[in-house]
């Protein structure tokens, strides 16, 4: 949610931020419309209210001639009061369904434009020349299939498309990268956690998930009431609801270790193969709190965080910068990594960061106190450090002519010190 504050003050900046995401302008004039209707059914409220109060008062005072004068007036202005009350929460119904539509406001920098027009921050690392090296590389489902670590068919078969089974040496991997991820997050200060991957309605509202994206999220049938998280970034903004934070130590990090679902709704017949796009994946994810005035810097160090995390498993990536019309509701901000797939010929999203601002702790109620005394709304900020999709690119990059995959130096401790995963039979 934004600060009704600013949108007052600073309307243009509002509908100029709605305008470079694709989202309506008009809302801002409705909100404030709604803004200034809600602040005077407020004021005939509590103006009327006070004069039934001092009424109250005259009643006892007056004598038993008067008395049954005042009491009529009494009565009227009681209809008064009820009616005026009811106009104002209608008033601030309507107010608080208009400010919750609102995104957050785009940072200036981000480009302007939809999910094609990001801008390439800069490319990393060097594309294999398979031809180069004498073989046709394979995807990744092929390979994981090649080391019986990857069963999409039992998968469908228990679950439906887009679902599987990791086994093996590839089940192993996605736990070592996951668990390489939360050591990586532990020395950086972030604390782990393991969180709900089912939340009340109110956490997925505030979190901002429930706006453009609703269609994507999975809902428990009635009489049960939660979502499930398609990320755990909502169970770790969630987590200081209705909160106040100390953070004159400096932020508050967390990795979150969860399961995410998703619908993947508008994906119908797109990355059918494989693990690319699934309903249920692992992923290791930061979530930061900090001051408003630190959120800048704190984006740049998840970017940083993820950069790191992908040095590691040795992918060459690119970072792109997305443009307006493809940031979540939330982000002001928004930093994928993407990694090279070679038999797709094209970078593919591993990892993705947002600058939240103070958006979801505003409608989150999540604050820090301030040296004076009084509180003010955190920044919130959010990253991928791993996930299940990051093994097709692992397994593409790292692969050899026989079907074996290299383990990246970096995963092998995890690894019990392995250093190639070799084709093997499904029996085995
Ligand atoms: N359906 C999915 N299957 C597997 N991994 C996923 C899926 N959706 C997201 N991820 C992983 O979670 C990370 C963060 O999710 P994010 O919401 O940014 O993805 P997204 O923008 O929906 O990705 P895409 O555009 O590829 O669908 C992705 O970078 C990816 O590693
Ligand atoms: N929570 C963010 C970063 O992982 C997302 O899912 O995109």
Sequence with gaps: MLDIQFIRENPEV????????????????????????????????????????????????ASAEERPAIIAQTKELAAKVSEYKETADKATEDYTTAMWKLSNIVEPEAPEGGEDDYVVVKKVGQIRDFAAEGFEPKNHLELGEGVAGIDMKRGVKVSGSRFYFLRGAIARLELAMLTMGVDQAERNGFIMATTPTLVRPEIMAGTGFLNSHAEEIYRLREPDEQYLVGTSEVALAGMHEDEILDLSHGPLKYAGWSSCYRREAGAAGKDTMGIIRVHQFNKVEMFVYCK??????????????????????????????????????????????????????????????????EYQARRLNIRERTEDGSTRPVSTLNGTLATTRWLVAILENHQQKDGSVVIPAALRPYMGGREVIEPTSWEA
């Design 14 to 61: 509002v509908k100029e931020s709605q305008r470079k995401r694709g989202e309506s302008a008009d809302l801002v004039d409705q909100v404030l419309q709604a803004d200034r209707l809600r602040r005077d059914a407020l004021a005939d409220f509590e103006s009327t209210r006070a004069e039934q109060k001092k009424m109250g008062k005259a009643v006892a005072a």
């Design 292 to 357: 408003q005035e630190e959120s800048y810097e704190q984006h740049q160090k998840l970017l940083a965080m993820e950069q790191e995390m992908l040095g590691k498993v040795e992918v060459p990536y690119r970072i792109i910068d997305t443009a307006a019309g493809d940031l979540g509701s939330s982000a002001a901000r928004k930093f994928d990594c993407e990694a090279w797939v070679p038999t797709q010929e094209r970078y593919r999203e591993l990892t993705s960061t947002s600058n939240c601002t």
